[in-house]
């Protein structure tokens, strides 16, 4: 799946820097092969921040870099999650 987007969360407490904690992230299982389960700039495990449902039989998957903390979207088949109908 291509990497389509790649930058650094807000820092500071303004509009948009809200960060999320590890209560609201979980580490992406390895068998879910059909979304990038490494961060392609730093090589460390993502967790899944956000999973959205698209059109088109698709899920919008937002994930944040466990190490850098970089956000990285991946667009996925609804069907990629072991066990999600």
């Known amino acids: 799946m291509p990497h389509l987007e790649s930058h650094q969360p807000p820092q500071g407490t303004g509009q948009g820097a809200s960060r999320g904690t ?3 992230t979980h580490v992406l299982a ?3 092969q059909s979304a990038c389960s490494n961060c392609p700039d730093c090589k460390a495990s993502l967790a899944v921040v956000r999973v959205i449902a698209g059109g088109a039989d698709c899920e919008y ?3 944040r870099c466990t ?3 970089g956000i990285h ?3 996925v088949k609804a069907s990629a999650e072991p066990g999600v109908a």
């Open 61 to 63: 998957w937002t994930m």
């Open 67 to 69: 190490r850098c903390g």
């Open 73 to 75: 979207l991946d667009i």
């Open 22 to 24: 590890a209560d609201d």
């Open 30 to 32: 390895p068998s879910s």
